[in-house]
């Protein structure tokens, strides 16, 4: 029953960065995984990066050396730092949670237009 609110997308130029943020409702210390998808007009839902209880990460090859996943257990929230951000980026960004194998509900995300 855990809540999750993004934040932090907007417009940026190519080459810009923007951290993104997931407010949790809870604590999200005893999650084992969390996750931040992203969702293109047209498009299906892609994993971006996922990090679990001990810290482990995971990145999809799109972003990788680009994106950074993290979370802040004191103050319940998981990050997404994007730098050298390009247009093919602009989506919808979404974050999840999963004890398991199941993610939970989807929210409405935040936005992330990359422009110039």
């Known amino acids: 029953q855990v809540q999750l609110v993004e934040s932090g997308g907007g417009l940026v130029q190519p080459g810009g960065s923007l951290r993104l943020s997931c407010a949790a409702s809870?604590?999200?210390?005893?999650?084992?995984?969390m996750g931040w998808f992203r969702q293109a007009p047209g498009k299906q839902r892609e994993l971006v990066a996922t990090?679990?209880?001990?810290?482990?990460?995971n990145y999809a090859d799109s972003v990788k050396g680009r994106f950074t996943i993290s979370r802040d257990h004191a103050k319940n929230t998981l990050y997404l730092q994007m730098n050298s951000l390009n247009p093919e980026d602009t989506a919808v960004y979404l974050c999840n949670l999963a004890k398991g194998a199941t993610w939970g509900p989807w929210g409405q995300g935040t936005q992330v237009t990359v422009s110039s």
């Open positions: 809870g604590s999200i210390s005893s999650i084992y995984r």
């Open positions: 990090i679990a209880s001990g810290g482990f990460t």
